[in-house]
């Protein structure tokens, strides 16, 4: 079920870049979207696309707690071992 975008929100980020209201509409709906990934989702998508470059684990889980720790909708601590649990099962 889509989420109607607050507006206010909207109408300031209209407002503040000169893009229209369905303009800000589209980013504001975009930027929740993007946020409202699950903290596993998140870690098996990241974890996928660091592999790929070659990075190695101890490497990437250092580095997902990191991100992790820094998401503008902060995810929970998660040890080591709960991130390869994700990852894993």
Do not use: C, W
Request: proline fraction near 4%; charged fraction near 30%; aromatic fraction near 6%.
């Amino acid at each position: 079920m889509p989420v109607i975008p607050d507006p206010d929100l909207v109408g300031r980020i209209a407002a503040s870049t000169g893009l229209t209201a369905e303009e800000a509409a589209r980013v504001v709906e975009d930027v929740v979207a993007f946020h409202a990934e699950t903290v596993e989702a998140y870690v098996r998508r990241r974890h996928a696309q660091l592999k790929t470059y070659g990075a190695r684990n101890d490497e990437i889980f250092a580095r997902l707690a990191a991100e992790l720790d820094g998401r503008v909708v902060a995810a929970p601590a998660l040890s080591e071992r709960q991130l390869r649990r994700i990852v894993y099962g």
